[in-house]
């Protein structure tokens, strides 16, 4: 998606020309910071389309930078580190990381993902215009506005949390498969970790279920993938 400019932050100059020759050679701008500290300052004066963080950065490190950027911002975050425990990756996409890249990686999958997350905003853009507003018995999801209110309280979901949501929501009772949803909320075919998607689920769950361990709106099905529960409407 040419035009669009990348915000990489990243405290190795070598992994930053690498990823700066593959997103230039797609068209896109890319500015680059290598410590954390400067990146409220550059979000807030070039406002990126995307940003790569890594995680293991000088002084503000990759998690508190994306702590203090959601407090403001929807911009997509990928983060790209050397760390791949489970614990880091949950951790990562917890505190409102769109996606998780470990190193080693390759570049043209990393290149491929910025295509998919800013295709999928440009989507989400294109629609605001169009309102629809989707109810079911304790949860209201305005597809327009991008607002969810449980029993009438307004509550935060990340980007991909509320994607998940509304898809889901406004299929219900169709089963998705774990790789249909990557494809269609993160418009990744082969790339998708299951593990980024479960956290998202879990996320979701924890902030729209009255009971996380037994939910009532999102629906596991066992083998296969995820349901929204059509009988509530």
Same mark, same amino acid.
């Given at each position: 998606?040419?035009?669009?400019?990348?915000?990489?932050?990243?405290d190795?100059?070598?992994?930053?020309?690498? #990823?700066r +020759?593959? @997103?230039?050679r797609e &068209?896109y701008?890319? $500015?680059s910071?290598?410590n954390?500290?400067?990146?409220l300052?550059?979000?807030s004066?070039h406002?990126?389309?995307l940003?790569?963080?890594?995680?293991?950065l000088p002084g503000?490190?990759?998690?508190?930078?994306?702590?203090?950027?959601?407090?403001?911002?929807?911009?997509?975050?990928v983060?790209?580190s050397?760390?791949?425990?489970?614990?880091? #990756?949950i +951790?990562? @996409?917890s505190i409102g &990381?769109?996606?998780y $890249?470990?190193?080693?990686?390759s570049?043209?999958?990393?290149?491929?993902?910025?295509?998919?997350?800013?295709r999928?905003?440009?989507?989400?853009d294109?629609?605001?215009e169009?309102?629809?507003?989707?109810r079911?018995?304790?949860?209201?999801?305005d597809?327009?506005s991008?607002?969810?209110?449980?029993?009438g309280?307004?509550i935060?979901?990340?980007?991909?949390?509320?994607?998940?949501?509304?898809?889901m929501?406004?299929?219900?009772?169709?089963v998705?498969?774990i790789?249909?949803?990557f494809?269609?909320?993160?418009?990744l075919?082969?790339?998708?970790?299951?593990?980024?998607?479960?956290?998202?689920?879990?996320?979701?769950?924890?902030?729209i279920?009255?009971?996380?361990?037994?939910?009532?709106y999102?629906?596991?099905?066992?083998?296969?993938?995820?349901k929204?529960?059509g009988s509530?409407?």
């Amino acid at each position: 998606m040419p035009g669009k400019k990348i915000l990489i932050v990243d405290d190795e100059p070598e992994i930053v020309e690498l #990823i700066r +020759l593959y @997103l230039v050679r797609e &068209g896109y701008e890319v $500015i680059s910071a290598n410590n954390g500290q400067d990146v409220l300052r550059i979000v807030s004066e070039h406002h990126p389309d995307l940003i790569i963080l890594d995680i293991l950065l000088p002084g503000l490190d990759g998690i508190e930078v994306c702590r203090q950027l959601r407090k403001t911002y929807t911009t997509p975050i990928v983060f790209l580190s050397c760390k791949c425990e489970d614990i880091d #990756i949950i +951790l990562g @996409l917890s505190i409102g &990381g769109d996606d998780y $890249i470990t190193k080693p990686f390759s570049p043209s999958q990393l290149v491929a993902r910025v295509k998919a997350h800013l295709r999928r905003n440009t989507y989400i853009d294109q629609h605001r215009e169009n309102p629809q507003l989707v109810r079911y018995p304790g949860i209201e999801i305005d597809m327009a506005s991008h607002i969810v209110k449980v029993n009438g309280q307004p509550i935060s979901l990340s980007a991909k949390e509320f994607d998940l949501l509304s898809l889901m929501a406004k299929t219900p009772n169709r089963v998705y498969k774990i790789e249909q949803l990557f494809e269609l909320v993160w418009s990744l075919e082969s790339f998708g970790d299951p593990r980024t998607l479960i956290v998202h689920i879990s996320n979701l769950r924890k902030k729209i279920e009255p009971n996380p361990a037994e939910p009532k709106y999102i629906i596991t099905v066992r083998g296969v993938g995820y349901k929204f529960n059509g009988s509530l409407a």
